[in-house]
């Protein structure tokens, strides 16, 4: 590994000169249409800002979701007698729905355990108990969104690489800006190429100051400068990002544990959220994301991101089931106006209807 | 964790059953009803679980029982090989074009380590000696350009960019500069998105037929859910791909992905990324992948590591060592400083049966600290104690500690750690000579 490392520097002087003439040509160019395209997106995004752009979009969001999961257990449960068949053919929905086996099997338990007692022969009543035990599940320790009432609140955001962490800030910080709020972002993820130029376009797009250091730098400092800056500049809410990290890599919990540490002194307190943002394609190994990031800062519930997928999100029964963890919010889309409350009653309403 | 161990909890289920002869539809129902447990916990997608299921039964009821294996072994063994089979037999490579440039094109789901992967791809490639070009046609995710950028230059590969015009303009425009420029490899990185998502997927097939990529490859996360099948179908349906690109498995995803893709779409998986540097792409090994699903560890990969950083002459001279009981510390510190070519020590951890799971691991020290602090120690040893550590008396020991900036305790951890090593090796080469064929088990640490 090392001599590959100095192979490549050494041979970088040759190279440098081609490098460069390719850039050279393109730079300008990128700056240009950069700020060309943020005004165009600009006033995409304004336009719909309406209630109802805003509902059919959540709702165009979550059809997309239910597609192939409810839809099949209507399709397999209206008039039918209810057999071994018939709670093997709903595990197997659960199951492909990303819910997971021990999640699933419980669920199944207690709805054998349901027919039974409250003596349920038809088909369509086991649908609607499947949908109460869900519903049950996952308000049973549904958390919204909460903010203190002291100042600056703050908000750290962490996850594994590519679940969607700078995206969902974006969005969440139009949303609290929306609210009236005065927002103001950290850029944390040091480690990426590119990551802090994201969140700034981002920054651009919703209006708000970002604080970042260049790339490679201490994450623990950006940490610090933005809780001292959403002092200074008096501001309601930061926003911390931070580098996406696999929750396996021993050392880079132990930073993002050591940047949790460097906020909380700052700030004085606990931060009001610890977010985990979740891809809803995600599998099982959604549940030793939160187990272990969890270990390293205080995750205070999970932001499910891209839902508008086909994926079924049914992880996130297995995550209020197995660790006890609210879904706060969901991402549904790529607009600024893409981010809602997570609301369990509505959320498998839609899912079932 | 419930399934971290499957062939433990399989030799358990078993153990009970003890059969002699051939295989009963008992055993192998007990049996196969962890591995499907197991699958599923994989994130394998339920209906390839189901006729994998039923083909390995089918296969195993019958069958001999080795004598050398348990009912347990004797089911998983068939079942990884299924598994391998179905995977897809070797590795597969990249198609290159009859005339240059070759030009492979990136695509998958936001998020799923596209650029990333590029720029690896991009490395491999210029590290056996081809001229790459890295082009950046995701227009949509804010700074996606000059992400491309900063990992061109990280690993000095050019990056071909026109801002935020059409993909399509793009991707043409890059195979005339490649040309142009004499670059043999044309990597497009196009923007993440959903597989029904209609328009953007019409935006990859003008591309496609735009410039005629030689390989459409599909990136997709390790840590995908049941979706992976979907995902995976209808890009193939849409684009054609040629194979998959599966990222992240440096993280304690067991994968089942890769298992699901290749038996719907029947495409293989040519490449696996492992770490977040830039050097972490390597070749998919369907049968490592298998023992990985299935939570049985990956010795293959860890022997294969071991042979690829153990230095064969070095080796010959510690076995000699060994069989004369001449191991020093000089020997032990080299051992050291091979173990850690290998890779970071975690990943290492992570290949062992049964370790692949955070847990357990966390009650091992995988610190690499502690090497360095070894290291530390040794080196503040004189040639004379580091061949003859028996003459380091309590003084020498205050001394070895102070020149390492260590305590006295953890030189006395040291030594007793090396002579319990010596202990041993004494053991193994006295095995060596009771029995000849005992040198298979050294060709293992070789």
């Known amino acids: 590994m090392l001599r ?350 | 964790m419930p399934f971290s161990n499957l062939t433990g909890r399989l030799q358990e289920t078993l153990r009970k059953l003890r059969t002699r002869g051939k295989l009963t539809e008992k055993d192998v129902e007990a049996a196969l009803r962890e591995v499907r447990l197991a699958l599923l916990e994989a994130d394998v997608n339920y209906k390839v679980v189901r006729d994998f299921i039923g083909k390995v039964k089918e296969r195993a009821v019958g069958h001999e029982v080795l004598s050398s294996l348990s009912p347990a072994q004797q089911v998983i063994k068939i079942v990884n090989e299924e598994l391998t089979e179905l995977m897809g037999g070797t590795q597969s490579k990249i198609t290159f074009a009859s005339k240059p440039p070759t030009i492979i094109m990136m695509v998958g789901l936001q998020g799923a380590g596209k650029t990333t992967t590029s720029g690896k791809l991009a490395l491999s490639f210029k590290n056996k000696g081809h001229r790459p070009l890295l082009v950046a046609a995701d227009i949509y995710r804010p700074a996606a350009i000059k992400q491309l950028i900063v990992v061109g230059e990280q690993i000095d590969v050019p990056v071909f960019s026109m801002g935020e015009t059409n993909p399509v303009d793009i991707a043409k425009a890059a195979v005339a500069h490649a040309d142009r420029h004499g670059n043999d490899i044309v990597i497009i990185d196009t923007a993440g998105r959903l597989h029904i998502d209609t328009e953007l997927m019409g935006e990859l097939e003008e591309i496609k037929n735009a410039v005629a990529p030689h390989e459409i490859l599909l990136v997709v996360d390790s840590m995908t859910g049941q979706e992976a099948v979907n995902v995976a179908s209808s890009f193939d349906e849409q684009l054609g791909i040629d194979g998959v690109i599966l990222t992240k498995l440096d993280g304690d995803a067991r994968g089942g992905a890769a298992l699901s893709i290749k038996a719907v779409t029947g495409k293989p998986i040519k490449f696996a990324t492992m770490s977040e540097k830039m050097d972490g792409l390597e070749v998919f090994h369907p049968d490592r992948m298998a023992s990985r699903i299935l939570g049985m560890g990956d010795v293959l990969s860890l022997i294969e590591k071991a042979e690829a950083s153990f230095d064969e002459q070095k080796a010959r001279e510690l076995t000699e060592k060994m069989r004369q009981d001449a191991f020093t510390l000089e020997d032990f510190k080299d051992q050291l400083n091979q173990i850690k070519q290998m890779g970071p020590l975690d990943q290492l951890l992570g290949m062992l049966p049964g370790m692949g799971r955070m847990n357990q691991l966390k009650n091992l020290d995988v610190d690499e600290s502690h090497l360095k602090r070894i290291e530390a120690i040794i080196d503040s040893m004189t040639v004379e104690e580091r061949r003859n550590p028996d003459i380091i008396g309590g003084s020498r020991r205050r001394r070895i500690a102070q020149g390492s900036g260590t305590r006295v305790q953890d030189v006395n951890r040291l030594l007793k750690q090396f002579n319990q090593t010596r202990q041993l090796m004494k053991q193994f080469a006295g095995m060596e000579k009771k029995m000849k064929k005992g040198r298979g088990m050294f060709n293992l640490f070789r």
């Open chain 1, 4 to 353: 590959r490392l100095f192979g490549s520097r050494g041979s970088r002087k040759n190279e440098a000169k081609q490098e460069i003439q390719v850039q050279e040509v393109t730079e300008p160019e990128v700056e240009q249409q950069e700020v060309e395209v943020q005004e165009v997106e600009t006033e995409n995004t304004v336009e719909p800002v309406t209630k109802t752009g805003l509902f059919a979009r959540l709702k165009q969001g979550l059809s997309k979701t239910r597609t192939g999961f409810i839809d099949r257990i209507s399709q397999i449960v209206t008039g039918r007698a209810i057999d071994e068949e018939l709670f093997e053919e709903l595990e197997e929905i659960l199951i492909q729905a990303d819910v997971g086996v021990t999640t699933t099997l419980e669920l199944m338990d207690t709805i054998r355990e349901r027919v039974k007692t409250d003596k349920i022969t038809d088909g369509s009543g086991l649908q609607s108990l499947l949908k109460e035990e869900i519903v049950a599940l996952l308000s049973k320790h549904h958390q919204p969104l909460a903010l203190s009432d002291e100042r600056p609140a703050g908000i750290m955001v962490v996850g594994v690489n590519g679940a969607g962490k700078t995206t969902t800030i974006g969005k969440l910080a139009y949303r609290l800006k929306q609210e009236q709020a005065k927002v103001l972002l950290g850029a944390g993820d040091t480690f990426r190429a590119a990551a802090s130029d994201q969140l700034k376009v981002w920054a651009e797009r919703v209006g708000v100051d970002v604080i970042a250091h260049q790339e490679g730098a201490d994450p623990g400092a950006v940490a610090f400068d933005t809780v001292a800056a959403a002092k200074a500049r008096k501001a309601d809410v930061f926003i911390l990002d931070t580098a996406g990290r696999l929750q396996t890599k021993t050392n880079l919990m132990a930073e993002l544990g050591k940047v949790y540490r460097v906020a909380k002194r700052e700030l004085g307190r606990d931060l009001d959220e610890v977010l985990l943002v979740v891809d809803a394609t995600t599998g099982q190994n959604a549940l030793s994301q939160a187990r272990l990031f969890s270990e390293a800062a205080p995750v205070t519930g999970i932001v499910l991101t891209k839902l508008d997928g086909t994926a079924k999100g049914g992880i996130v029964l297995a995550l209020a089931n197995e660790l006890k963890l609210p879904v706060k919010l969901v991402g549904v889309g790529e607009q600024m106006l893409d981010l809602q409350d997570f609301d369990p009653v509505e959320f498998t309403e839609a899912l079932f209807s």
